[in-house]
Nanobody
Framework: QAQVVVSGGGLVQPGGSLSLSCTAS????????MAWYRQAPGKQRELVAS???????IYPDSVKGRFTISRDNAKNSVYLQMNNLTPDDTAVYYC?????????WGPGTQVTVTS
């Protein structure tokens, strides 16, 4: 079964940076847009960045200018560079395909921003 493995979370101070990676198995990656999502405690999962198969990226205002999504189709991987992090960015981060979440969600990776 196709799946994604997410890595790169951790603990960082406000203003710091983290880079997340997501690697997909199977043959679905190159034909799907991909996205990063996050879910904070007590909140719904929200999309924080998406990228088309040909590399066009879209961000919500909450992360625009701070987060950068990229993908490497040869490696079946999508990345999220997060800069100038704030405590509001604390959440579990996931990746999946868009517009349809074709991969099982998995455990994600925890990002904690605290001083």
């Amino acid at each position: 079964q196709a799946q994604v493995v997410v890595s790169g979370g951790g603990l960082v101070q406000p203003g710091g940076s983290l880079s997340l990676s997501c690697t997909a198995s199977g043959s679905l990656f190159s034909i799907n847009g991909m996205a990063w999502y996050r879910q904070a405690p007590g909140k719904q999962r929200e999309l924080v960045a998406s990228i088309t198969t040909d590399g066009r990226a879209i961000y919500p205002d909450s992360v625009k200018g701070r987060f950068t999504i990229s993908r490497d189709n040869a490696k079946n991987s999508v990345y999220l560079q997060m800069n100038n992090l704030t405590p509001d960015d604390t959440a579990v981060y996931y990746c999946n395909a868009v517009p349809y979440s074709v991969y099982p969600w998995g455990p994600g990776t925890q990002v904690t921003v605290t001083s």
